[in-house]
């Protein structure tokens, strides 16, 4: 089988686990491709630790396009200059006459980047596909994510103690690929958090206001997240599903507090006290957190008993990205 993983939009030359947001996912398909020689692969726009190019003779040899789609969403929400957007959708759009009738196999980590954002925004309705298959982050146990806790664990780190009472890493959410509002709580909550001058903080990430760090790979968040006693976990579009900061919040001995109904059928929630639905909630538990290790050793005990290894993960990746194949 011809198989060619390409990144439509953003150029990813992946070497390190902790060097992208997705690199649970490019992990996934790393240990895949070794394990899979039977296939044939190509790449576009992508590459396993050397350069990738835009040729489109990889993706014209294939008869499966696997895509990761990564930070397909921001292209759409008008978060970046319109003039470096258009110079990635022009490169985009010579793509579409050699994905035509291609079966496609989207990876996906965002509730918002889905079958009708590929089709009609990424593709603009112009290219008619032979099939649309997806894997999401949640159809694995605890949610993919879980990889995210083994590579940080098993990151060499200086020991210290802990400072700060809160740390927030990532971006706002504000609007749908619409460019409509979407609701999302986290900018005003994270902005009074970090203008108390009660509560210690450190805000990472690209946010309306100033914050430590603009924009940094994961390892390099762990000197800040490792001093820091607590985080909040929000959700925007689907409250059962997880995130990435849960996982990432215990691999770095973080309470992770959660926001409202985050997790509402309690994969990894631990104890409804983790969930605040007040900013007073919040500040109130920072404190018991600040007091004893009792909370982060109560979630870190149900973590440990629900997230795979990171082998297993790897085996349910092959056996889900098989299925696909098959169809």
Same mark, same amino acid.
């Given at each position: 089988?011809?198989?060619?993983?390409?990144?439509?939009?953003?150029?990813?030359?992946?070497?390190?686990?902790?060097?992208?947001?997705?690199?649970?996912?490019? #992990?996934?398909?790393?240990?895949?491709?070794?394990?899979?020689?039977?296939?044939?692969?190509?790449?576009?726009?992508?590459?396993?630790?050397?350069?990738?190019?835009?040729?489109?003779?990889?993706?014209?040899?294939?008869?499966?396009?696997?895509?990761?789609?990564?930070?397909?969403?921001?292209?759409?929400?008008?978060?970046?200059?319109?003039?470096?957007?258009?110079?990635?959708?022009?490169? %985009?759009?010579?793509?579409?006459?050699?994905?035509?009738?291609?079966?496609?196999?989207?990876?996906? @980590?965002?509730?918002?980047?889905?079958?009708?954002? *590929?089709?009609?925004?990424?593709?603009?309705?112009?290219?008619?596909?032979?099939?649309?298959?997806?894997?999401?982050?949640?159809?694995?146990?605890?949610?993919?994510? &879980?990889?995210?806790?083994?590579?940080?664990?098993?990151?060499?780190?200086?020991?210290? $103690?802990?400072?700060?009472?809160? %740390?927030?890493? &990532?971006?706002?959410?504000?609007?749908?690929?619409?460019?409509?509002?979407? &609701?999302?709580?986290?900018?005003?909550?994270?902005?009074?958090?970090?203008?108390?001058?009660? %509560?210690?903080?450190? *805000?990472?990430?690209?946010?309306?206001?100033?914050?430590?760090?603009?924009?940094?790979?994961?390892?390099?968040?762990? &000197?800040?997240?490792?001093?820091?006693?607590?985080?909040?976990?929000?959700?925007?579009?689907?409250?059962?599903?997880?995130?990435?900061?849960?996982?990432?919040? *215990?691999?770095?001995?973080?309470?992770?507090?959660?926001?409202?109904?985050?997790?509402?059928?309690?994969?990894?929630?631990?104890?409804?006290? @983790?969930?605040?639905?007040?900013?007073?909630?919040?500040?109130?538990?920072?404190?018991?957190?600040?007091? $004893?290790?009792?909370?982060?050793?109560?979630?870190?005990?149900?973590?440990?008993?629900?997230?795979?290894?990171?082998?297993?993960?790897?085996?349910?990746? #092959?056996?889900?990205?098989?299925?696909?194949?098959?169809?």
């Amino acid at each position: 089988m011809k198989i060619c993983i390409a990144s439509l939009s953003k150029r990813i030359i992946y070497n390190d686990v902790l060097q992208y947001g997705m690199s649970d996912f490019y #992990e996934c398909l790393n240990q895949y491709v070794k394990n899979n020689p039977q296939h044939e692969y190509t790449y576009y726009n992508f590459s396993f630790g050397k350069g990738a190019k835009r040729d489109l003779n990889q993706i014209i040899q294939a008869d499966i396009i696997i895509f990761p789609a990564a930070q397909e969403f921001t292209y759409f929400t008008q978060v970046m200059h319109p003039r470096d957007v258009e110079k990635v959708r022009v490169k %985009v759009r010579e793509t579409f006459p050699y994905l035509q009738n291609k079966h496609m196999i989207m990876l996906t @980590q965002d509730r918002h980047v889905n079958e009708e954002l *590929i089709i009609t925004k990424t593709l603009e309705n112009k290219v008619k596909l032979k099939s649309f298959q997806t894997i999401d982050e949640m159809d694995f146990t605890a949610c993919l994510k &879980g990889l995210h806790y083994h590579y940080i664990k098993k990151q060499t780190r200086f020991p210290t $103690s802990k400072t700060t009472d809160f %740390v927030y890493w &990532g971006s706002a959410k504000t609007k749908f690929a619409s460019g409509e509002k979407s &609701g999302d709580e986290r900018v005003s909550i994270i902005k009074s958090i970090n203008k108390n001058p009660e %509560v210690s903080s450190i *805000i990472i990430g690209r946010w309306p206001f100033k914050s430590k760090e603009k924009w940094i790979p994961l390892k390099d968040t762990l &000197g800040y997240l490792d001093q820091s006693y607590t985080t909040l976990c929000f959700n925007w579009i689907d409250q059962t599903a997880l995130t990435a900061r849960y996982h990432e919040a *215990i691999a770095c001995d973080i309470v992770p507090l959660v926001w409202k109904d985050y997790d509402s059928t309690n994969i990894l929630v631990a104890d409804d006290w @983790q969930r605040c639905f007040t900013i007073q909630e919040f500040y109130d538990k920072i404190v018991e957190v600040r007091k $004893s290790d009792y909370w982060l050793n109560k979630i870190k005990e149900k973590f440990i008993e629900k997230v795979p290894t990171e082998k297993e993960y790897y085996i349910e990746f #092959e056996n889900r990205l098989n299925d696909c194949l098959k169809r």
